[in-house]
């Protein structure tokens, strides 16, 4: 078991409910599911989609600003409306009370979990190739790579709550990595910095500018999706209900997510990031720049699949790579139908 202090944390309950979605809400959703869902208009004949975001407004968020800011949606006939998200928003209970149309899942948990539940939500598409989560370790000119690092004895990993069951599974799975190197603990970066051999697991565009402001040294990062690390992040989730009432609108939110997204990394990013500081103040445009940056230079956004087949986009490949993962894990049980979890019928050029 993965402790925090002497406690056990991980149950196979608990990691069903960690990583971003919770059962909370399926019943509404299913109820919802029963009927028509069209969404409403406003009085200019654009179709109204509000759209919760999983965290206070960031570059993270940015191609959906940017969607915003550059007209994308407004063009496709659409008036979109980002409901900023933040510590104590559920957007998967948003979903299920009606309260918005759309969502953003942190990663392939958070619609796997929501199946598992029998919430009937998929994913439609991931402008996040690689689940931007990483691991921060003290510098070691030895240590290369992750699988350098993981084979160090010793080594004691700091894990936000949610990642028992998400990125540890995965770690534990490919490393042979033990339970008991890995500790849940509220003050992860003070308790890395006090601890040599630590290795702290974080978020890409947060975690490693706050280490170098912090420290006396240049911390390695190592991004798990390089080497091989499954999850998708940056997912739009979207109830089935209203996936099939509204399948016009959501393509065209999908394509126009996608051009806001290629504007954003490869283009000019003030507009959107005016829109990311009006919702959110304590947001600085240098925390911004370093965090987009960070996006663009990880590939995050244009990489992987989205190469090949175009932002946002999803392959079965990954997602039973995934599954397969997370079930050796005892997270879900094999013989859910991980199929259910994401449909790519309502990408750019699709259906």
Not at 53 to 77: C, I, L, P, S, W
Not at 78 to 90: K, R, S, T, Y
Not at 187 to 193: T, V, W
Request: glycine share 10%.
């Amino acid at each position: 078991m993965i402790q925090r202090g002497n406690r056990p944390l991980l149950t196979r309950r608990r990691a069903l409910l960690a990583g971003g979605a919770a059962v909370v809400g399926a019943g509404a959703l299913t109820l919802r599911a029963c009927g028509r869902t069209e969404a409403p208009v406003d009085d200019q004949g654009r179709v109204r989609l509000r759209f919760a975001t999983d965290a206070r407004a960031g570059a993270e968020h940015g191609g959906f600003y940017q969607a915003v800011a550059g007209g994308a949606y407004e063009k496709r006939g659409l008036n979109v409306q980002i409901v900023q998200g933040g510590p104590g928003v559920n957007v998967p209970q948003l979903l299920a009370s009606g309260a918005v149309e759309l969502g953003l899942g942190a990663s392939s948990f958070t619609p796997m979990n929501l199946v598992a539940s029998g919430a009937p939500v998929r994913a439609v598409a991931a402008f996040f190739q690689k689940d931007p989560r990483v691991l921060i370790a003290h510098a070691e000119p030895a240590v290369e790579d992750l699988a350098a690092l993981a084979q160090l004895r010793g080594r004691r990993f700091l894990l936000a709550e949610p990642q028992a069951a998400g990125l540890w599974v995965w770690l534990k799975a490919t490393y042979g990595l033990a339970d008991d190197q890995a500790r849940v603990v509220a003050d992860r970066a003070a308790a890395f910095l006090a601890e040599p051999r630590a290795v702290l697991e974080g978020d890409l565009t947060v975690d490693p500018h706050a280490v170098e402001q912090a420290a006396d040294f240049t911390p390695q990062v190592f991004l798990p999706a390089d080497a091989g690390y499954p999850s998708y992040g940056g997912l739009v989730l979207a109830p089935n209900a209203f996936a099939r009432d509204n399948a016009g609108a959501l393509r065209s939110f999908i394509a126009a997510s996608a051009e806001g997204w290629r504007d954003y990394i490869r283009g000019d990013p003030s507009a959107a990031d005016a829109l990311i500081r009006r919702d959110n103040p304590e947001m600085s445009q240098a925390l911004l720049d370093q965090a987009r940056a960070r996006l663009r230079d990880n590939a995050v956004v244009d990489g992987g699949d989205a190469a090949l087949f175009g932002l946002g986009a999803m392959t079965e490949e990954r997602w039973r790579a995934f599954f397969e993962v997370a079930s050796r894990g005892d997270v879900y049980d094999t013989g859910l139908n991980w199929r259910d979890a994401f449909t790519n019928a309502y990408l750019p050029g699709r259906g």
